[in-house]
């Protein structure tokens, strides 16, 4: 499958309003998933991504279309697991803090877009 | 008459030196001009790096505007004259990946080399050139690559504490782990100056603005233990 064909997969998938790659827009949430998350958690957010695959990884990625695993998480798991890492959620180290690279709207717009990945909603 | 038969000599051959120079100063090559006809079409060379993701999928091969930074001469010249990918994913993972049952893999077939090849002097006076494309702002000098640390420490650094490894292929011992969304960090060492693998470590987005490389904050001694453990794989 081709990059054209994940874009129009991730679309289909989320229903969401924002496609990517972007016309040149920098930021979106669908931007920011496939240039941060992808390489780890996967272009389709399954988990599968290439450092994944290709066997560099001691413990698996979260698969985030996974809708059982990630209603576990309240909205703010995920803020501050980005924001600061797998080790603030007792989770693999290998999951990097984001808040020094993302402002707080990124990571805000980033967990809105999980959501539509898992269609679920978080633990209250 | 005696001075007339030493002069002629000595003229000669100071003559014969003048053309031998100016012939050789022709003969250089310009390594300004060498860069510019073979690199300019994939690397840029005068910057600024893609701020968007659009620019970022559009980044056709490594930024070279800060090389004089960021690496050593003797590596430069020996990888122009025989280049090997250093990047096991692209310049741009998303550029290569291809998805099968949900899983990601990169498509081998779609990575280029570097077709640069160039001879020994070719190489030699690119490598000058590239030397001379250096990031004014960067402190050097704040790595002392002979500086003592300890192996184990910094790969605990490395593997654990940090999430390095997670996206950079290294080497300890004999054992080669890691991730490929990074460039491969196994021959660094040779590859990259440790001041600059000190600054880029501080804040990469300075050097690239749309990297998938995380911002971490961290002490100087952690920066420099990094900086050190990458320096010493060879």
């Known amino acids: 499958m081709k990059r054209s064909d994940i874009a129009l997969w991730a679309a289909a998938l989320i229903l969401a309003p924002t496609l990517w790659p972007s016309a040149g827009r920098a930021g979106t949430a669908a931007d920011d998933y496939q240039n941060y998350c992808a390489q780890c958690h996967g272009t389709m957010g399954t988990g599968q991504g290439i450092n994944?695959?290709?066997?560099?990884?001691?413990?698996?990625?979260?698969?985030?279309?996974?809708?059982?695993?990630?209603?576990?998480l309240s909205d703010e798991d995920l803020r501050?697991?980005?924001?600061?890492?797998?080790?603030?959620?007792?989770?693999?180290?290998?999951?990097?803090?984001?808040?020094?690279?993302?402002?707080?709207?990124?990571?805000?717009?980033?967990?809105?877009?999980?959501?539509?990945?898992?269609?679920?909603?978080?633990?209250? | 008459?005696?001075?007339?038969?030493?002069?002629?000599?000595?003229?000669?051959?100071?003559?014969?030196?003048?053309?031998?120079?100016?012939?050789?100063?022709?003969?250089?090559?310009?390594?300004?001009?060498?860069?510019?006809?073979?690199?300019?079409?994939?690397?840029?060379?005068?910057?600024?790096?893609?701020?968007t993701f659009e620019g970022l999928l559009k980044r056709k091969a490594p930024d070279l505007f800060y090389a004089g930074s960021k690496f050593k001469r003797s590596w430069l010249v020996g990888w122009l004259r025989n280049p090997t990918p250093i990047r096991p994913s692209g310049v741009m993972f998303?550029?290569?990946?291809?998805?099968?049952?949900?899983?990601?893999?990169?498509?081998?077939?779609?990575?280029?080399?570097?077709?640069?090849?160039l001879d020994r002097e070719e190489a030699e006076a690119a490598a000058d050139?590239?030397?001379?494309?250096?990031?004014?702002?960067?402190?050097?000098?704040?790595?002392?690559?002979?500086?003592?640390?300890?192996?184990?420490?910094?790969?605990?650094?490395?593997?654990?504490q940090l999430p390095c490894i997670a996206c950079h292929t290294a080497k300890f011992g004999k054992r080669t782990m890691g991730g490929i969304s990074g460039p491969d960090l196994t021959k660094a060492g040779k590859r990259l100056n440790p001041d600059w693998v000190y600054a880029r470590i501080a804040d990469p987005q300075y050097w690239d603005p749309m990297t998938w490389?995380?911002?971490?904050?961290?002490?100087?001694?952690?920066?420099?233990?990094?900086?050190?453990?990458?320096?010493?794989m060879e």
């Open chain 2, 129 to 160: 050139h590239l030397m001379t494309l250096v990031d004014a702002s960067m402190k050097t000098g704040v790595i002392d690559p002979a500086k003592k640390f300890s192996t184990p420490k910094g790969r605990r650094l490395f593997t654990k």
């Open chain 2, 94 to 117: 998303l550029n290569h990946i291809v998805v099968e049952g949900g899983k990601d893999r990169i498509a081998a077939d779609t990575l280029k080399t570097c077709q640069a090849n």
């Open chain 2, 1 to 51: 008459m005696r001075i007339r038969w030493i002069e002629a000599p000595a003229a000669l051959i100071g003559g014969v030196l003048l053309m031998v120079s100016a012939i050789a100063e022709v003969a250089a090559l310009d390594g300004k001009a060498l860069i510019e006809e073979r690199c300019a079409a994939c690397h840029d060379l005068t910057g600024p790096a893609p701020a």
């Open chain 1, 52 to 72: 994944e695959t290709a066997g560099g990884l001691s413990v698996s990625p979260r698969s985030h279309i996974n809708a059982e695993e990630m209603s576990k």
């Open chain 1, 80 to 124: 501050l697991g980005i924001a600061e890492g797998g080790d603030a959620l007792q989770k693999s180290g290998l999951m990097p803090p984001w808040g020094k690279t993302l402002s707080s709207e990124n990571i805000d717009e980033l967990v809105i877009y999980l959501r539509k990945l898992c269609k679920c909603v978080g633990k209250q």
């Open chain 2, 213 to 232: 490389m995380p911002k971490i904050e961290m002490s100087h001694r952690k920066r420099e233990l990094l900086t050190l453990l990458i320096g010493s």
